[in-house]
T-cell receptor, first 108, second 114 residues
Framework: AQRVTQPEKLLSVFKGAPVELKCNYS??????LFWYVQYSRQRLQLLLR??SRESIKGFTADLNKGETSFHLKKPFAQEEDSAMYYC??????????FGGGTRLMVKP | NAGVTQTPKFRVLKTGQSMTLLCAQD?????MYWYRQDPGMGLRLIHY???????AKGEVPDGYNVSRLKKQNFLLGLESAAPSQTSVYFC?????????????FGEGSWLTVV
């Protein structure tokens, strides 16, 4: 069965510090993974997807099939990065399975 | 372009009352979904639809019903609300199964059952 795990519910860092939000998955097929971001009381927005290998707002994420991970990283956190971050796995039928989410707080 | 719109945004219900959440999308998407968001549990799929007139159960369908009479609308019903259904509900839509297509979310509906 597919499963997405985000081990940290809360991650608090100072502005300018590096950030890594962890995501691990289990899936029998070929995974397609995403990071969604939710700013306070707003809708979820797609941040990035592994197949695009892009960098959005300074964030990157690399799929590591050996470790079944898709960690989200940013070298220098900004206060406006404070939000809820969800890792998600696409499964058959274009469904998303979400992790429990990590709240990132960037302190000034 | 409104995207995915949900109504109402906020609602307080008494236990046992019924209500319907409406989701509308203007992107001509085939697929529509209802998720609930609870602290520490992420988003869980309640029901979904792969086209007009079709519905299917997701991970947590009990206590909910849905209908997709028109392609652009996906209704979520609570026949007899329970406090365990206090949550934030998100509707979403996508164009279909093709790998890489994006799922778009509505702004959420905050429901409290007392």
């Amino acid at each position: 069965a597919q499963r997405v795990t985000q081990p940290e519910k809360l991650l608090s860092v100072f502005k300018g510090a590096p950030v890594e939000l962890k995501c691990n998955y289990s899936y029998s097929g070929s995974p397609e993974l995403f990071w969604y971001v939710q700013y306070s009381r707003q809708r979820l927005q797609l941040l990035l997807r592994h197949i695009s290998r892009e960098s959005i707002k300074g964030f990157t994420a690399d799929l590591n099939k050996g470790e079944t991970s898709f960690h989200l990283k940013k070298p220098f956190a900004q206060e406006e990065d404070s939000a809820m971050y969800y890792c998600a796995l696409r499964r058959a039928g274009n469904m998303l399975t979400f992790g429990g989410g990590t709240r990132l707080m960037v302190k000034p | 372009n409104a995207g995915v719109t949900q109504t109402p945004k906020f609602r307080v219900l008494k236990t046992g009352q019924s209500m319907t959440l409406l989701c509308a999308q203007d992107m001509n998407h085939e697929y529509m979904y209802w998720y609930r968001q609870d602290p520490g549990m992420g988003l869980r799929l309640i029901h979904y639809s792969v086209g007009e007139g079709t519905t299917a159960k997701g991970e947590v369908p009990d206590g909910y019903n849905v209908s997709r009479l028109k392609k652009q609308n996906f209704l979520l019903g609570l026949e007899s609300a329970a406090p365990s259904q206090t949550s934030v509900y998100f509707c979403a839509s996508s164009s279909g199964q093709i790998s890489g297509n994006t799922i778009y979310f509505g702004e959420g509906s905050w429901l409290t059952v007392v």
